[in-house]
């Protein structure tokens, strides 16, 4: 299994809209519904943002939100605060009880 | 509150086996709504899965590991451990144990990690 395709980079202004893209196939993110994003700040652990594409879970605030496309699944943050500066990593289940990760993008707060 | 905390050695000699146990508290491991799963950062890298175990024994591994990966579970000790045998600096890293939803497939609660590394 290869890991899914996130860009490296994106970047926004405090207020601004980001989306971060995690791209895979039919094998993982296209053929389930269980694609998560992890927020990471340094040195932390990562803290789930996202489940099942659309889902926040409880605390979560609601300027995250996510949704998928055929082989695509997306992460767009809402109302860039400063603190929302930090790595995102995207997960899909990916059949055969195997979970894949992607590469990470690093979100830089202008 | 569920928290997990990882232990072992923090320094492994390339050729020997990374030994690495999680430790839960505040929840039962034996619950059986959620799988045990181990997750490596490499040094200023992405996040890698190695794979996750079930209360019952029942595991699934990162088919790139699998050669070289056992995750073993004491629910008497309510703790699960981690083996990578064969180590090279390539396994270098910090290394977390996380709870893992059995239905929706994410992880909800992650230990703070330790990091290990490979060096003679």
């Known amino acids: 299994q290869s890991a899914l395709t996130q860009p490296p980079s994106a970047s926004g202004s405090p207020g601004q809209s980001v989306t971060i893209s995690c791209t895979g196939t039919?094998?993982?993110?296209?053929?389930?519904?269980?694609v998560s994003w992890y927020q990471q700040h340094p040195g932390k652990a990562p803290k789930v943002m996202i489940y099942?594409?659309?889902k926040r879970p409880s605390g979560v605030p609601d300027r995250f939100s996510g949704s998928k496309s055929g082989n695509t699944a997306s992460l767009t943050v809402s109302g860039l605060q400063a603190e929302d500066e930090a790595d995102y990593y995207c997960?899909?289940?990916?059949?055969?009880?195997?979970?894949?990760f992607g590469g990470g993008t690093k979100l830089t707060v202008l | 509150q569920v928290q997990l905390r990882e232990s072992g050695p923090g320094l492994v000699k390339p050729s020997q086996t990374l030994s690495l146990t999680c430790t839960v508290s505040g929840g039962s491991i034996s619950s059986g709504a959620y799988y045990w799963s181990w997750i490596r950062q490499h040094p200023g890298k992405g996040l890698e899965w190695i794979g996750y175990i079930y209360f019952t024994g029942s595991t699934s591994y990162n088919p790139s590991l699998k050669s070289r990966v056992i995750i073993s579970v004491d629910t008497s000790k309510n703790q699960f451990s981690l083996k990578l045998s064969s180590v090279t600096a390539a396994d270098t890293a910090v290394y977390y144990c996380?709870?893992?939803?059995?239905?929706?497939?994410?992880?909800?609660?992650w230990g703070r990690g330790t990091t290990v590394t490979v060096s003679s």
């Open positions: 996380a709870r893992d939803d059995l239905e929706d497939y994410y992880m909800d609660v």
């Open positions: 039919s094998s993982d993110v296209g053929g389930y519904n269980y």
């Open positions: 099942e594409v659309s």
């Open positions: 997960t899909s289940y990916a059949g055969s009880n195997n979970l894949v």
